[in-house]
């Protein structure tokens, strides 16, 4: 089912019917400012599953997740000082920043480290989903093996068909993988160059 929302005022009465489809198990695909993603409530055991299932995912590698806002993050994750102020120049934007995670985080979306994968996206859709939901969204590409990222709903369609509950439409957005950033420790570690600029944390 593909449901078009306008991605610079995305509609609320339109986001909330997205928003009930999680609170019943979906699965979704939805606009980031990186590409299309796939993802469900974070606090949904069940929709996860289906998503490792989806993209074969072996369950020591966790999916990122995303959050509303910096104060969302600290919810979820250990945020130190130097981690803090490196990320409130960043966010929201295109980066997956890697944390110690809280013990609100599912077993299944840590790390064997307990670490968490975790971004603030920029696109007004992806935060008005996160925000009327009330719980982060996790986060992973709408790719399967080694197939090119799809760039337009209609692809995604054709390329996921039924095996997802919801496609919302956006409009079209070129893949472009976020930058990974590791805050673990005071002194920043770049894992992927991505979209958005690393050089803060070179």
């Given at each position: 089912m593909l449901l078009e929302i306008n991605p610079i005022n995305p509609q609320l009465?339109?986001?909330?019917?997205?928003?009930?489809?999680l609170k019943n198990d979906a699965v979704i695909c939805y606009p980031t400012d990186t590409g299309y993603g796939i993802g469900c409530d974070l606090m949904n055991q069940k929709a996860i599953k289906s998503i490792m299932q989806l993209k074969r995912r072996p369950k020591d590698k966790p999916f990122s997740f995303m959050c509303s806002d910096l104060t969302d993050i600290s919810q979820y994750a250990h945020v130190s000082n130097t981690a803090y102020r490196l990320m409130k120049k960043s966010l929201p934007g295109p980066y997956t920043f890697v944390l110690p995670g809280t013990k609100l985080v599912p077993k299944v979306m840590a790390s064997k480290q307990k670490t968490v994968g975790i971004r603030v996206?920029?696109?007004?859709?992806?935060?008005?989903?996160?925000?009327?939901l009330g719980n982060p969204i996790v986060n992973t590409s709408a790719q399967l093996d080694d197939e090119e990222a799809p760039s337009e709903p209609f692809q995604i369609e054709q390329y996921l068909g039924n095996r997802i509950d919801l496609i919302?439409?956006?409009?079209?957005?070129?893949p472009d993988?976020?930058?990974?950033?590791?805050?673990?420790?005071?002194?920043?570690?770049?894992?992927?160059?991505g979209k958005g600029d690393v050089t803060p944390y070179r």
């Open positions: 009465r339109l986001i909330e019917q997205v928003v009930k489809l996206p920029a696109h007004p859709i992806c935060r008005l989903l996160i925000k009327t919302i439409d956006g409009g079209p957005i070129f993988p976020s930058s990974v950033i590791d805050l673990t420790s005071d002194t920043p570690e770049v894992l992927r160059v």
